[in-house]
């Protein structure tokens, strides 16, 4: 199958179509981050709420992107991300006028069907397109490119939320889409895996998509009924034993989605575990970061998608680079200082309190935000680049689902288990900090009631003035101290993604 130089025409076309389709995915999930509160007013949705609207697209995500690397493979890869690009489309557009969160949730799922078809071929196309001796910094370019995109998700949400249109970044994903698929139908050759043939591996479909479901239900419902409720831990056994029943299929299917002895090459092990412990704490600490902003910190939500400009402007100035000292020095040492120096960064965020707002931002969060951004930065790219070669081309499409699906997975826990733990964390805290004021029983039972909101709660109707002000100040309060547990945990989880990256990564990845 042929490949282009990066600077030819087609080269060129397979760059931007694969750019601008991973972008509509990247945006809609940071800028929806920003909307958050937004949405959570204009819903009335509850805290738990929230989670199923990040989870219902992740888990639909995680449990079939496998089989969209695979269907590529086998029917085409830019067949198949052209057909996920359109279903994408079509659930963006549903998600933008649902009219209550259980439509939204729905309608997020359909968004996952297509991310599933989409995700896994942008990478896969672009990787079996390109000269292998361009490859990464072809994928450089793709990495600093839609990093940028995403990280305009925020300001573009936040701008959107402030005008109260936050239904509006679903729209936004549709002109995106719609060019894509037309430099795609126009410009764009097709590629796929000639020995790839057979049925779908429908056994691992479901043993995966159930275990993650009934995990991620577990968790959600955890602070609401406790650990100890049967729907709680039965859930918990169920997904656990969903999850190795899929690892048992896979190992015996004749034709498995994942297939397992890809992880025989310590490389591509490495990098995948490198995938899962860095963007869970990725995905745990940007999510609380932005609710914090909102609703402790006193800033808008235009102001809150800002406070990551300096983050985008590092991904713009250093992606590319990165990958091209990757391609020239091997990729392990960045895959080892850029994760650390990302758990740095959230450290850093992790110790900043109630702050003055706005005002105070040049030196409370913009140092750590400098720290995280710059390695992000250096390890984007060579991770990427890392997983694609760590395979050969008839497998690129499995590569990338696999590691997509790492990336996802790890945010479907992420939110599900970190959302759980702060639900508990901010009880713990309010059941504390109340024991202060002299409130009548009743009323305290209102005022804990609220702890499912977190950053969102609000003080009962029926107290008084002062008393109003004093349980504010504790919800605040309380969910700072919340937020700073989350981050130090999300810190820890990208010093793990290091560690896996010392142990694990080779300058000369083997092939399979």
Same mark, same amino acid.
């Given at each position: ?9 087609? !080269?060129? &076309? ?7 389709? $991973? ?38 995500? *995680? ?30 557009? *549903? ?31 672009? $990787? ?48 995106? !889409? ?15 895996? #000639? ?7 429908? =056994? ?34 169920? !997904? ?7 690892l048992l299929i896979e190992a015996k299917s004749r034709r498995p989605m994942m297939p397992l002895y890809l992880f025989a090459n310590p490389t591509f092990s490495g990098v995948n575990a490198l995938t899962f412990f860095l963007y869970a704490g990725l995905g745990a600490g940007m999510l609380f970061v932005s609710l914090n902003l909102v609703q402790a910190q006193g800033y808008s939500q235009l102001e809150s998608g800002l406070t990551f400009l300096p983050f985008t402007l ?15 020095? %091997? =990729?392990? &040492? ?8 990302? %758990? ?12 003055? %707002? =706005? ?27 890392? +997983?694609? /070669? $760590? ?24 939110? #599900?288990?970190?959302?759980?733990? *702060?639900?508990?964390?901010? /009880?713990?805290?309010?059941? !504390? ?12 039972? @209102? ?29 605040? @309060?309380?969910?700072? /101290? +919340? ?7 999300? $810190? ?8 896996? %990256? ?6 000369? =990845?083997?092939?399979?």
């Amino acid at each position: 199958m042929p490949t282009y130089p990066l600077r030819s025409e087609a !080269g060129r &076309w397979v760059l931007v179509s694969t750019i601008l389709a $991973s972008s509509m995915a990247f945006i809609d999930g940071t800028a929806l981050n920003v909307v958050l509160p937004a949405l959570q007013k204009g819903l009335n949705a509850t805290g738990a709420d929230l989670f199923w609207i990040l989870n219902a697209y992740l888990l639909v995500l *995680a449990a079939l992107i496998l089989v969209g690397g695979s269907l590529g493979d086998r029917l085409g890869r830019k067949r198949v991300y052209m057909i996920g690009i359109s279903i994408f489309l079509l659930g963006s557009a *549903a998600c933008g006028v649902a009219p209550n969160v259980g439509y939204l949730i729905a309608f997020r799922v359909l968004q996952g069907i297509g991310g599933a078809l989409m995700i896994p071929g942008s990478l896969s196309l672009l $990787s079996s397109s390109i000269d292998e001796k361009e490859r990464g910094k072809a994928i450089g370019t793709w990495s600093a490119a839609t990093t940028v995109v995403t990280l305009g998700g925020p300001i573009i949400g936040g701008a959107l939320a402030d005008a109260g249109l936050w239904r509006y970044i679903f729209f936004i994903n549709i002109p995106i !889409g719609l060019a894509a698929l037309l430099i795609l139908s126009r410009k764009v050759g097709e590629t796929r895996d #000639a020995d790839a043939s057979g049925a779908l591996d429908l =056994p691992g479909v479901f043993a995966i998509a159930l275990g993650l479901a009934a995990l991620t239900f577990g968790f959600l419902r955890m602070p609401e009924l406790g650990f100890h409720h049967w729907a709680v831990w039965g859930s918990l056994a169920l !997904g656990l034993l969903l999850l190795v029943a899929f690892l048992l299929i896979e190992a015996k299917s004749r034709r498995p989605m994942m297939p397992l002895y890809l992880f025989a090459n310590p490389t591509f092990s490495g990098v995948n575990a490198l995938t899962f412990f860095l963007y869970a704490g990725l995905g745990a600490g940007m999510l609380f970061v932005s609710l914090n902003l909102v609703q402790a910190q006193g800033y808008s939500q235009l102001e809150s998608g800002l406070t990551f400009l300096p983050f985008t402007l590092l991904m713009i100035g250093l992606a590319r680079w990165a990958g091209s000292l990757a391609d020239k020095y %091997g =990729p392990r &040492w960045f895959l080892v200082g850029g994760p650390a120096v990302a %758990g740095v960064g959230l450290l850093l965020l992790s110790f900043i309190g109630e702050t003055r %707002g =706005p005002r105070d931002y040049w030196t409370t969060f913009l140092p750590a935000v400098l720290v995280f951004g710059l390695g992000l930065a250096f390890t984007v790219a060579p991770l990427t680049t890392t +997983v694609m /070669t $760590s395979v050969d081309d008839r497998h690129s499409g499995v590569a990338s689902g696999i590691n997509n699906a790492m990336t996802r997975i790890s945010n479907v826990f992420a939110n #599900a288990i970190f959302g759980a733990l *702060a639900v508990l964390l901010f /009880t713990g805290v309010l059941r !504390g900090k109340l024991d202060g004021l002299s409130l009548p029983p009743e009323m305290k039972q @209102e005022v804990m009631a609220q702890a499912a909101n977190l950053g969102n709660a609000k003080p009962p109707a029926g107290l008084a003035a002062t008393d109003k002000e004093a349980v504010a100040r504790i919800y605040r @309060e309380g969910f700072i /101290t +919340v937020y700073g547990d989350i981050l130090r945990l999300a $810190s820890g989880l990208a010093f793990l993604g290091a560690v896996m %990256g010392l142990l694990f990564v080779r300058n000369k =990845p083997r092939q399979q």
